[in-house]
T-cell receptor, first 112, second 112 residues
Framework: SQKIEQNSEALNIQEGKTATLTCNYTNYSPAYLQWYRQDPGRGPVFLLLIRENEKEKRKERLKVTFDTTLKQSLFHITASQPADSATYLCALVGTNAGKSTFGDGTTLTVKP | GAGVSQSPRYKVAKRGQDVALRCDPISGHVSLFWYQQALGQGPEFLTYFQNEAQLDKSGLPSDRFFAERPEGSVSTLKIQRTQQEDSAVYLC??????????FGPGTRLTVL
């Protein structure tokens, strides 16, 4: 069955450092992969999308890589700030752009 | 606001009661998704509409769950004869392109 694993439930880092979150998947051939941010009591907010034929995407302090051979995506936040503290979710979408399969998320805490 | 809205935000039901959860998507968004999110887990896909057509309902956990979007705009998720395991946050998302999804704040359902 399809499985998505996000590294460790929680990640604590110091302000100014780079946070790296991992998303691994098995038994899936996604057309693209997305990263979302979720704050407590709120719905997820879309951050970045990367397609299967793309290796890397950047947006401001965010960078996503996608390795379909390793079946892994890495999500980086550079120069992290306490305001970046949240749960980050990865989601895989198949070719029909319908159903999204989410991981359980990694909770990031950036300490001042 | 122009975002996705959901009502009610909180719902307490006694076991066996029927509930109806409403989603108002962003105007003009063709795609609409329903997800169920348990505490500490990622959203789990329930069903997907394109306009009024329900294209995928593979995630609905049982025949007690029913979703509709009769005019291709507002959607209702109905749960009949609620059970304790139905307690969760129910998230609605809409999309113009089918890729980037805009989520509502969710409805927290508690079944006693």
């Amino acid at each position: 069955s399809q499985k998505i694993e996000q590294n460790s439930e929680a990640l604590n880092i110091q302000e100014g450092k780079t946070a790296t979150l991992t998303c691994n998947y098995t038994n899936y051939s996604p057309a693209y992969l997305q990263w979302y941010r979720q704050d407590p009591g709120r719905g997820p907010v879309f951050l970045l999308l990367i397609r299967e034929n793309e290796k890397e995407k950047r947006k401001e302090r965010l960078k996503v890589t996608f390795d379909t051979t390793l079946k892994q995506s890495l999500f980086h936040i550079t120069a992290s700030q306490p305001a970046d503290s949240a749960t980050y979710l990865c989601a895989l979408v198949g070719t029909n752009a319908g159903k999204s399969t989410f991981g359980d998320g990694t909770t990031l805490t950036v300490k001042p | 606001g122009a975002g996705v809205s959901q009502s009610p935000r909180y719902k307490v039901a006694k076991r066996g009661q029927d509930v109806a959860l409403r989603c108002d998507p962003i105007s003009g968004h063709v795609s609409l998704f329903w997800y169920q999110q348990a505490l500490g887990q990622g959203p789990e896909f329930l069903t997907y509409f394109q306009n009024e057509a329900q294209l995928d309902k593979s995630g609905l956990p049982s025949d007690r769950f029913f979703a509709e979007r009769p005019e291709g705009s507002v959607s209702t998720l109905k749960i009949q004869r609620t059970q304790q395991e139905d307690s969760a946050v129910y998230l609605c998302a809409s999309s113009l392109t089918g890729t980037e999804q805009f989520f509502g704040p969710g409805t927290r359902l508690t079944v006693l």
